[in-house]
């Protein structure tokens, strides 16, 4: 029996008995936990099937053909998947510049950072400066039995209390790129704050990066910061529940792809062989028959 390979692969995450299932188009709605032999659903996914987007998001779907809302929600994913790409560099002590070259998945090729990625970018170095933020863990997979998902950002922040003046605080943050802050973003860090199960954490919270507020560096690079305290994460996990429950009214019980592919090919293409015309007899005949005439007509000329 010839080799075959499967069509997904497990990829490494932080945790060493969490793993991601890519599938062959390298997309991934599940976790698989080495330890339990078990698959669990990615939040973003059981947030996707569970929970409602809203009256305008619908709006926009019917106000742009199937193809064209595809093709931005493509962009706007593959945007802020670059822009985690540099977060994750500047936060291990990297230098970026404008020019630098990040993998672009829908091409498939390395290429520059974008304007508007860069834009995100020095609003991401704004915060940092006013926030001073210190890393505890970054990129860092959580997983329960029932739902799995990567945290962004685990650290200390500085905030002003309004009592208290300035205090450092432990946050649990996601980093994003989107028009605005949506409700389910509120239920993805409740969701990663339940898995992580981490009782010094004071704040779960979203930073939008390239906003047009006036904290930034340049135009259009200003960024919005939204914090939930833990009584109002603990009402966002509840309705993450909701959505959980949801989903699996929904959805069986994950299913293993076991479908393979062999990895050799071969095919058998024969030479092409030409083959030689061969003058029909009848043609010769006539030939015969026309020289035999000119002959006879040369003897009466004698």
Same mark, same amino acid.
């Given at each position: 029996?010839?080799?075959?390979?499967?069509?997904?692969?497990?990829?490494?995450?932080?945790?060493?008995?969490?793993?991601?299932y890519i599938d062959l188009n390298?997309?991934?709605?599940?976790?698989?936990?080495?330890?339990?032999?078990?698959?669990?659903?990615?939040?973003n996914h059981i947030l996707k099937?569970?929970?409602?987007?809203?009256?305008?998001?619908?709006?926009?779907?019917?106000?742009?053909?199937?193809?064209?809302?595809?093709?931005?929600?493509?962009?706007?994913?593959?945007?802020?998947?670059?822009?985690?790409?540099?977060?994750?560099?500047?936060?291990?002590?990297?230098?970026?510049?404008?020019?630098?070259?990040?993998?672009?998945?829908?091409?498939?090729?390395?290429?520059?950072?974008?304007?508007?990625?860069?834009?995100?970018?020095?609003?991401?170095?704004?915060?940092?400066?006013?926030?001073?933020?210190?890393?505890?863990?970054?990129?860092?997979?959580?997983?329960?039995?029932?739902?799995?998902?990567?945290?962004?950002?685990?650290g200390m922040v500085t905030i002003?209390? $309004? /009592? %208290?003046?300035? *205090? #450092?605080?432990?946050?649990?943050?996601?980093?994003?790129?989107?028009?605005? +802050?949506?409700?389910?973003?509120?239920?993805?860090?409740?969701?990663?704050?339940?898995?992580?199960?981490?009782?010094?954490?004071?704040?779960?919270?979203?930073?939008?990066?390239?906003?047009?507020?006036?904290?930034?560096?340049?135009?259009?690079?200003?960024?919005?910061?939204?914090?939930?305290?833990?009584?109002?994460?603990?009402?966002?996990?509840?309705?993450?529940?909701?959505?959980?429950?949801?989903?699996?009214?929904?959805?069986?019980?994950?299913?293993?792809?076991?479908?393979?592919?062999?990895?050799?090919?071969?095919?058998?293409?024969?030479?092409?062989?030409?083959?030689?015309?061969?003058?029909? $007899? /009848? %043609?010769?005949? *006539? #030939?015969?028959?026309?020289?035999?005439?000119?002959?006879?007509?040369?003897? +009466?000329?004698?």
């Amino acid at each position: 029996m010839s080799e075959t390979i499967k069509l997904f692969s497990l990829k490494e995450t932080s945790d060493p008995d969490i793993f991601r299932y890519i599938d062959l188009n390298g997309d991934w709605t599940h976790y698989h936990i080495k330890s339990k032999n078990q698959y669990v659903p990615a939040v973003n996914h059981i947030l996707k099937i569970g929970f409602p987007k809203g009256i305008a998001f619908y709006n926009y779907l019917l106000s742009v053909s199937k193809e064209e809302s595809q093709k931005i929600l493509e962009s706007a994913g593959e945007k802020g998947s670059r822009v985690h790409d540099v977060i994750k560099n500047l936060i291990e002590g990297h230098k970026v510049t404008y020019g630098s070259l990040y993998p672009n998945s829908l091409t498939g090729r390395p290429e520059v950072l974008t304007l508007e990625e860069w834009q995100a970018l020095l609003s991401y170095q704004s915060f940092c400066e006013a926030y001073k933020p210190e890393v505890i863990m970054f990129e860092n997979s959580v997983a329960t039995d029932q739902f799995a998902g990567t945290i962004d950002f685990v650290g200390m922040v500085t905030i002003n209390d $309004k /009592k %208290a003046g300035p *205090k #450092k605080v432990k946050v649990l943050l996601d980093w994003k790129t989107s028009g605005a +802050v949506y409700d389910d973003y509120k239920l993805q860090t409740a969701a990663y704050w339940r898995a992580l199960a981490d009782k010094e954490i004071k704040y779960t919270g979203v930073i939008r990066l390239g906003t047009k507020h006036k904290n930034g560096q340049v135009d259009n690079a200003g960024y919005e910061v939204k914090l939930w305290d833990i009584a109002e994460t603990l009402k966002h996990y509840k309705a993450f529940e909701s959505a959980l429950n949801i989903y699996n009214l929904n959805n069986s019980e994950f299913e293993l792809d076991e479908t393979t592919m062999p990895v050799e090919i071969q095919v058998n293409i024969p030479k092409y062989q030409s083959v030689k015309t061969v003058k029909p $007899k /009848k %043609a010769k005949v *006539k #030939k015969t028959m026309a020289k035999k005439v000119e002959t006879e007509k040369t003897d +009466v000329t004698k």
